[in-house]
């Protein structure tokens, strides 16, 4: 599961502009790399819709079937708001709705083996 956290305006290659909702996914430990010690954080994506702002305002905490997913693509560069650092990244997180949550997957198997009993 995901939820809709907020939405941003965008414009495409051909200057039009379109709506898109940030979706986050569940909370999930990390092991970090320098530290050695776990912290937690959650995935977040955005989804181009066809959506006005004013439906983009209304979906804001609504829940959808699937998650959030690493995708690896070519390398870029990439700008941290909060410091300016650039870093390199190759990868990006995608909305995938047909991606289950380990929960979602025990209680769907949970609800099968209810019906057949």
Do not use: W
């Not at 829940?63 to 693509?73: A, H, I």
């Amino acid at each position: 599961m995901v939820t809709v956290q907020s939405f941003k305006t965008a414009t495409n290659t051909a200057g039009e502009q379109f709506n898109l909702l940030i979706v986050q996914g569940g909370v999930e430990s990390i092991l970090s790399k320098e530290t050695g010690r776990f912290y937690l954080t959650a995935r977040k994506a955005s989804v181009s819709t066809t959506f006005d702002e004013a439906t983009c305002q209304t979906l804001i905490g609504t829940k959808l079937p699937g998650g959030v997913e690493k995708q690896q693509v070519d390398p870029y560069t990439f700008t941290v708001e909060e410091t300016g650092e650039e870093i390199e990244l190759s990868h990006r997180y995608v909305y995938n709705p047909q991606l289950q949550s380990m929960e979602e997957a025990v209680a769907e198997s949970a609800d099968d083996i209810a019906q057949v009993v």
